[in-house]
Structure formats: C-alpha cells, structure tokens
C-alpha cells in the first residue's frame, strides 16, 4: 500500500479526536474498531503481512 493510499485509509475509517484528559492532542481514531479491525486484516492480508496490534489504541 503507496503512502497516500495509507493515508485515505486511515482517514476514511477514522475521525479526529481529542484524547482523554488531554484535549490539546488529537489522534485518528476508529469509533468502532472491530470494523476497522477487520478492514486492515483483509487488507495486510492480501500481502501477507500480519494486522498492526500496536496500532490500535
């Protein structure tokens, strides 16, 4: 996957939000990760690689 493919990935499944008890950062999360989950499971899998447990908070 390019890198401004992994970019519309992310922010197609995920929205900005501010982080708990620190509201001046804001990540990319997933509202339901189980879906998003699933999506980059398929995804990596189609290359073999395995699903990014650390990259899920």
């Given amino acids: 996957m390019a890198d401004p493919d992994k970019a519309l990935f992310i922010r197609a499944h995920t929205r900005l939000l501010a982080v708990p008890h620190a509201p001046e950062i804001c990540l990319y999360l997933a509202d339901e990760a189980t879906a998003l989950w699933e ?7 189609e290359m073999g690689l395995p699903p990014p447990f650390w990259a899920f908070a």
């Fill in 39 to 45: 999506k980059t499971e398929e995804e990596l899998g």
